[in-house]
């Protein structure tokens, strides 16, 4: 029972017989004359563009777009053409020619120098592996569910077999970020890549167990772990369809929205569950043509997403493009470093017309839905301000041709440290903040996030992220603005749980996530409930009106990490404090703004705000003095909620057991 070692580019668990690719069928292959070949090559062609649109029109809307895209790379006349040219004037065999020209298109895509780019090879050897199997014979559909095995795939491979056919996916080569990885995550299907010499280990029928958390594949097991593999299948089946129905009716305190990349794949998520749409990215309607998209074609795919929305909120991202993502009609400059360069917002600021042309459009669609507008890669107070700008002359615009409008609320990406420190004057002129947690790690720790070999450094757990995500939304709470996370993070179990209790207030996953998100959030969202009834019942009394908040949820470290000790949060539905415990006052601050009690063995702490001793007692009155002997219940102070908010900080009192 071999075992080999590989690396997870999508997690889960999956067993089941091999079918094995094997597109290299070159070694039995008799090469015909010039014409010969060019009609072999011409048919093949033909047959995959067929079945890559069948495959779309039945996909689920969202891998449409890495179809197109694959489509593109198909037809495109660095691919075909160029095996069309090694037919014509090498004389070459379809096979070889198809595979020189696949070699010659990655060699121009490696000399990009950009990591993303040059993992697109992959992409492009997987396409011409199939492309190759169909002109030898070599492309077979399984009879049944299977684990999906080649040396190289194809996006367009896994689209034709059906992803209803797959339950995992095994390759010698591969990235996370290759297309393939983007489609298995959005079927949910465990995807392991890096078995070397795959053709010699894996043969056809073989057994498989792949386990994506331990990185390892197993080949022929014993019967007893096929048992055993076999009957967690099938409860991991089961678990997902009871998750999908208990999920489809829990309200959560927490919006689970959903990304999307394409305005048809709104269609159905109210019914699958989705709160809203948390990021739509506009981009793929400027990357997938051979020009910009006009003002009607971005109005007709907003006006789809929010109508099919049915009035949920529909977060709509300007374009961010520059870095990994280019657009081939928009001349860029070569950058060193993209991903410092421009790309994201300032792609939108350098080229006006085309940001007004995409703000027109949204605000023509905003009349037919719940539409939000964010910006993205936001560095500087002085970027939001020029958006607005643009806005109001956007708006004029459409004013002086008499078209319907609607100025939808802007809200700004947190994707830099910048971001993050000033956050509160953000917070002054947005109207929600969404996280991209993507993004915000790799700035935050250095690391770029394409690169190889370095996801054990871009850790988007790392606690130095954590905290940025904690005062960015404490920033945006402060100023009474909802914040949203919508990077990876946000489908991450470990994540999702850091997440709600640091009190964001949405998270947005891709489609295939939003039961599981849901009832991970759902069950988080319960066992802080119960910890706060624990703390109540321990004797920590409310000293205010308001809703409770537990000790991991309260933005500060030096509460929520219990340095002080043990504590609970309330958010005051007024500013009258009540003493949450009888006995003797022991400590007013002097800035009035916290008063300690001490009884029954114990000091409990009221803290009214977070930071406030910096306003010197402005908002604050004290009815009770040192030595004072107090009854449960009686009013010991007052605070002015609006006021500490006007002046920037955060009023939630803050009751903490000292000692017992």
């Known amino acids: 029972m071999p075992r080999y070692e590989c690396r997870t580019a999508q997690k889960g668990f999956a067993a089941g017989k091999a079918f094995v690719i094997r597109p290299d069928r070159t070694g039995e292959y008799r090469q015909g004359n010039p014409a010969e070949e060019s009609d072999r090559l011409e ?8 079945r890559l649109e069948a495959g779309k029109e039945h996909a689920d809307p969202a891998e ?6 694959e489509i593109l790379i198909l037809n495109g006349e660095e691919f075909l053409g160029s095996a069309r040219r090694g037919i014509r004037e090498e004389r070459l065999g379809a096979p070889e020619a198809v595979k020189q020209a696949a070699e010659k298109l990655c060699g121009m895509l490696t000399e990009s120098g950009q990591d993303y780019i040059r993992q697109r090879c992959e992409d492009v050897r997987g396409l011409a592996a199939g492309l190759t199997a169909l002109i030898t014979g070599g492309l077979e559909t399984p009879a049944e569910p299977c684990i999906l095995a080649g040396s190289e795939l194809s996006p367009g491979q896994i689209t034709m077999i059906g992803p209803e056919m797959i339950r995992g996916i095994l390759t010698e080569t591969g990235s996370a970020t290759s297309h393939v990885s983007v489609l298995a995550g959005n079927y949910g299907i465990p995807y392991l890549y890096g078995l070397e010499n795959l053709p010699e280990k894996v043969h056809h029928q073989d057994y498989l167990i792949l386990d994506p958390e331990g990185a390892g594949v197993w080949v022929n097991p014993p019967a007893e772990k096929i048992r055993e593999a076999e009957a967690r299948q099938a409860e991991i089946a089961e678990a997902r369809e009871k998750q999908r129905k208990q999920a489809a009716g829990r309200v959560t305190r ?32 400027f990357l997938n043509g051979a020009k910009a998209p006009t003002e009607e074609e971005q109005f007709e795919a907003y006006r789809h997403a929010a109508e099919a929305m049915e009035g949920r909120e529909t977060v709509i991202r300007t374009m961010d493009i520059g870095s990994d993502k280019h657009a081939v009609w928009l001349e860029m400059p070569k950058e060193i470093n993209p991903a410092l360069g421009l790309r994201g917002l300032r792609v939108s600021l350098e080229h006006r017309e085309l940001f007004r042309t995409q703000l027109r459009a949204l605000l023509r669609a905003a009349v037919y839905g719940n539409i939000r507008i964010m910006i993205p890669m936001i560095a ?17 615009e459409l004013e002086q041709r008499r078209e319907q409008y609607r100025i939808p609320e802007i809200g700004v990406m947190i994707e830099t440290p910048a971001a993050v420190i000033i956050a509160a004057a953000l917070a002054e002129k947005a109207r929600f903040f969404s996280i991209g947690t993507n993004d915000l790690t790799q700035y935050t720790l250095a690391v770029d996030r394409e690169a190889r070999g370095m996801d054990r450094y871009c850790d988007p757990m790392h606690e130095a992220v954590i905290r940025m995500i904690a005062m960015a939304t404490e920033a945006a709470h402060a100023k009474h603005i909802p914040v949203a996370v919508c990077g990876e993070l946000a489908g991450d179990p470990r994540g999702t749980e850091r997440l709600i209790r640091l009190g964001v207030d ?16 759902a069950e988080i969202e319960d066992s802080m409930a119960r910890e706060i009834r624990k703390e109540r019942d321990e004797g920590i009394r409310s000293p205010a009106e308001g809703e409770l908040i537990p000790m991991a949820e309260i933005p500060d470290p030096v509460f929520s990490g219990g340095v002080m000790g043990k ?54 009155s004290v009815y009770v003095s040192e030595g004072e002997n107090v009854k449960q ?9 609006e006021l500490i908010r006007a002046r920037g900080f955060n009023p939630m009192i803050i009751v903490v057991r000292i000692s017992s």
Request: one cysteine or more; a negative charge.
């Open 43 to 50: 048919t093949a062609a033909a047959e995959m563009n067929r």
């Open 64 to 69: 449409s777009a890495v179809i197109d895209a």
């Open 254 to 285: 927490t919006k689970i929205c959903a990304n999307i990349s394409r305005a048809e794949e709104a269609d159905g998520l109210p019914e699958k569950g989705a709160d809203g749409i948390g990021l739509f990215r506009s981009e793929l309607l």
């Open 380 to 396: 500087s107070e002085w970027e939001l301000d020029e958006v607005l700008r643009e806005m109001q002359t956007a708006a004029l």
């Open 506 to 521: 949405e998270l947005s996953v891709s489609p295939a996530k939003l039961a599981q998100v849901r009832e991970r959030a």
């Open 567 to 620: 504590c609970v949060g309330v958010i005051p539905a007024n500013g009258k404090i009540y003493a949450p415990v009888s006995g003797t006052v022991a400590t007013v601050a002097a800035t009035r703004h916290a008063v300690s009690l001490r009884g029954n063995g114990e000091e409990i702490l009221i803290h009214a705000g977070l930071d406030t001793v910096r306003l010197n007692g402005e908002g604050f």
């Open 633 to 641: 219940g009686q009013l010991i102070m007052e605070m002015d909620p």
